[in-house]
């Protein structure tokens, strides 16, 4: 019988890992909330800028387009209740409160994703946090 020449690799192979040794060792594992709902962030931002803007909603699809394509942004000055991204494809129409940084975040470039609230989703945002309430996609297909 000939021997495979990989063989003497498969046999010293170490034991395998049991699932807990498989983490990260960078990662902290975080114990779930009590209430079984995950911590809400409105937003993140990323130094040195992000390529897309990930729109995260619960309740509707999530899109992910370029900040290349983002045209205009139109906002209620330092009210930071209301949002409006303009693209050439699409409108996204953004609700919240204390929205401030984020818009800021939006209009350097540096923002990575939003995300609405919901209440079944996650747990409720510290006092005076960033919180979107709504998001709109508008395409144009709704006035047909």
Avoid at 45 to 58: C, M, N, P
Avoid at 79 to 87: A, D, H, P
Avoid at 92 to 101: A, P, Y
Wanted: proline share 8%.
């Amino acid at each position: 019988m000939q021997q495979n020449p990989l063989d003497r690799w498969r046999t010293n192979q170490p034991p395998a890992s049991t699932p807990t040794d498989n983490r990260d060792s960078h990662q902290q594992q975080q114990p779930p909330p009590a209430n079984g709902l995950k911590p809400y962030e409105a937003y993140r931002v990323k130094d040195g800028g992000a390529e897309r803007l990930e729109i995260r909603r619960v309740l509707g699809e999530s899109h992910a387009p370029g900040y290349r394509y983002l045209m205009d942004v139109s906002f209620n000055g330092d009210f930071g209740t209301e949002l409006v991204l303009i693209y050439s494809f699409f409108m996204v129409k953004i609700k919240g409160q204390q929205m401030q940084s984020l818009i800021r975040a939006i209009l350097d470039g540096t923002c990575v994703f939003i995300q609405d609230f919901h209440e079944k989703e996650f747990s409720q945002p510290e006092p005076g946090a960033a919180i979107i309430e709504t998001i709109e996609i508008l395409t144009g297909k709704e006035s047909k």
